[in-house]
């Protein structure tokens, strides 16, 4: 594997502040625990634009010590120009 490949594959973006960038919705990046944002995902390059929307979960409450997400993506707007992404 070349490292070319090893940094591009490394890369990774946050789903909740990629759609906070387009939309400015401060909620998106609300806290999930005591001072920070422990509940959270995260996605390759390849499919960064396909993240159209992104929601946690608070019920039911106490199901867990962590919050559910929920993320909507559309895959027809993957990125399909550099395969080796997806490896």
């Known amino acids: 594997m070349s490292s070319r ?7 990774r973006f946050d789903a909740a502040a990629k759609l ?4 400015g919705d ?3 990046l609300r806290r999930t625990a005591t001072d ?3 509940d ?13 929307n992104y929601a946690l979960l608070d019920t039911p409450e106490d199901a867990s010590d ?3 997400l929920v ?3 559309d895959l027809d707007r993957a990125r399909t120009d550099n395969m080796w992404e997806y490896k």
Do not use: C, M, N, Y
């Open 5 to 11: 490949r090893t940094v591009e594959w490394q890369v």
């Open 20 to 23: 906070f960038e387009e939309r």
């Open 26 to 28: 401060k909620a998106l």
């Open 36 to 38: 920070d944002r422990i």
């Open 40 to 52: 959270q995902l995260w996605v390759s390059a390849p499919l960064r634009d396909t993240i159209i």
């Open 66 to 68: 962590h919050h559910g």
């Open 71 to 73: 993320v909507r993506i």
